[in-house]
C-alpha cells in the first residue's frame, strides 16, 4: 500500500473543505433567494392599485379583531385574495373566485363567480358584457388588465381585495406535476376528448389530467355553472394535498411556481396565508357561488350570459364574505340584473370537508352526453 504524503493529505482536506463550503452556501443563498424575495411571482400585471370604496365596519372594540398576522390588509381580520384561471391566450378570466380568508374565525369563504355573468358597457367594451372579457377588454378605471378585474370585483361585491394570484389554463400541468399529483375521487367519467378519458373512482391527476377536469364542460346539462360545481371538488383536493404539503417540498417546488404564477403576494404574506390555512378544517372552507340565472340570446344581446341576482347576491354577501363590514344594500353594489324569473341557482353551497367524504355537488349530464358504454 502507498500511503499519501503530507501535502496530498492537506491537499485533499482543504479541497473537500472547500467543497462543503461551496454547497453550504449555494444551498443557503437558494433557501434565502426564496424566503427573502420581496414578490417572486410578479409578472407584467404589477400590483394593485389602492382601493378607493370605503368600507364601514361593524363596532367593536380596539382589539376585537386584531389578527396578528401584520398583512397587508384593508380590514383587520379579513384577506381576500382574487383567484384568477386564464385562458391558453392570457385574455380571458374563465375561471374567478373569491377567496376571503377569516382569520379570527379559522374559516376560509370563497366566492365562485361565473365567468358569463353580465357586467355590461361600465366595465367591459366586448359586446358580450361579460366579466371573463374585463381582464383584455376593460373599460372601468385601471392600469392593466388585473386592476380593470379588480375594480369590477370591488364594485360588484363590495369586497376589498387584498391581493391575487393567476395562472393560465396551460401552465396548470406543470405546476400539479411539480406537486406530485392531486388525490382525488372522481365521481363520474370524463371524457375530455376521445383519447383523454378519466376514469371514475380514487386516482391522483396527472397536471394534463388535471386541466382536462377543470375545463371539462361540453357534457353537463348546465355547462358552465356545471363545470363551477365540479371545480369544487378539483379544490377540494387541492387544498388537501396543499395542506400536506411541507417546507422542503415547496422549497422543492418553488422554481416551478415561480415560472407559472402570477401574483402580488410576497413570501411573508405567503407563508402566513399558509400558516393559517394548515389551521383551517376542511369543514370551515366552504364556497358559494354568486346567484343568478341563465341569460338567453335576446335577454340583453345576442349571447348568452349570466344574470347576477341583486338581493340574494347582497344578503349572501352580508352573512358570509363580509364578516367586520356593517350590511350592504343592493343599491350600494354595482351589479346589472338583467333577469328574474327563477331561484335556482341561489343557494347554491359546499363545505370542503363534506366533499372530502364524498358528498359532492351534484352535476347532471346531457341526455346526449359521450358515454363509455
Known sequence: MVKKNKFRIIRDIILL???LAVLYFLGSAMVKSVISAKQPFMSHNGELEEDSNTYLLKPTGP????DGLDLRQYIEGQYTVLCLGMDEDGLN???MFLAVFDLNSAKINILQIPRDCYVGSEYTNAGTGKINSVYSE???AGSNGI????TCVRELFGIPVDSYIAIKCTDVPPVVDAMGGIPINVPYDIIYEADKIIYKG???LSGEQSEWFLRFRHDYLEGDIARIRAQRVFLAAAMQKVKNLGTLKFLSIYPTLRN???SDLDMSEIG???DFAQTVPMENVTVRMVPGEDLEPGDINEYYGYSIHEEETVNMLNEYFRPYQENLYAEDLHINEVKHTVTYYDDDSSNFGDIANGNVPDVPFRDDANTLE
Do not use: H, P, R, S
Not at 382589539?63 to 386584531?66: G, L, M, Q, S, T
Open 272 to 274: 402566513k396565508l399558509c
Open 260 to 262: 407559472y404564477l402570477m
Open 202 to 204: 380514487e386516482q391522483v
Open 93 to 95: 378570466t374563465d375561471i
Open 147 to 150: 386592476n380593470k378585474v379588480v
Open 17 to 19: 473543505l472547500a467543497t
Open 63 to 66: 382589539d376585537a379583531v386584531y
Open 138 to 140: 376593460g373599460a372601468c
